[in-house]
């Protein structure tokens, strides 16, 4: 493993390899098995990521209050991915009744921006402290729900397809999650991250 060459991967520079990630932190028992500890928990993905060669921690970070504790959101289920099914959500729900709603949404009414020197505070701390912990792998600042990602979140794929057919309003909706995401990476930006991942 080699913080090195996961910034040289990451710059384009030639390593003498190309860097190793992992994104999936669901496979308990091979976690289990590798790391030699009895729970998939942190120091358990930390004897593994070294133990597989592993770089670059893949790592994204929204803020420190869910979306779902500030505002609407939909849960569009969730497919089986591990081995003992857990994470399988058949259950569907939209809280926008139809697509004129979508198309009046303002992500950032809704959910609000956090406090900017608190939002840098929170993700410095996250950072350092799991750079500290992930010593000699790269760990990186990261935002996901940007444009599409949070707009799949808020409206799921029905009414996100739906919405999409009216370009010039649904752009507007759009800037709004742009808005939003640009705020959070401001914050990451002032924060001592070396790498940023969207």
């Known amino acids: 493993m080699s913080r090195q060459i996961a910034l040289e991967t990451i710059n384009l520079m030639n390593p003498r390899r190309p860097a190793h ?3 999936a932190f669901q496979h308990d028992e091979l976690i289990k098995y590798v790391s030699g500890e ?30 779902s504790e500030r505002g609407r959101v939909t849960n569009m289920g969730h497919g089986s991915y591990t081995e003992d099914a857990r994470d399988l959500n ?15 949404f303002d992500a950032v009414k809704e959910y609000g921006l956090a406090d900017f020197r608190g939002l840098v505070k929170y993700y410095e701390h996250v950072y350092a402290e799991n750079q500290e912990f992930f010593a000699g792998q790269l760990f990186p600042g990261g935002y996901y729900k940007t444009l599409i990602s949070g707009a799949l979140e808020t409206f799921g794929w029905d009414m996100l397809l739906m919405a ?12 709004s999650f742009g808005n939003l995401t640009m705020h959070h990476i401001k914050a990451w930006s002032a924060t001592s991250i070396e790498v940023f991942t969207a």
């Not at 998939?40 to 869910?66: Q, S």
């Not at 939209?94 to 709603?101: A, L, N, R, T």
């Open 38 to 67: 009895p729970e998939n928990n942190r120091l358990a993905h930390k004897k593994f990521y070294e133990a597989w060669d592993i770089d670059l921690i893949w790592h994204t970070n929204d803020g420190p209050v869910p979306w």
């Open 164 to 175: 999409a057919n009216e370009q010039e309003r649904f752009a507007k909706v759009l800037q």
């Open 90 to 104: 058949v259950e569907q729900q939209c809280p926008f009744e139809d697509v004129e709603e979508v198309l009046e």
């Open 21 to 23: 990630t992992e994104y």
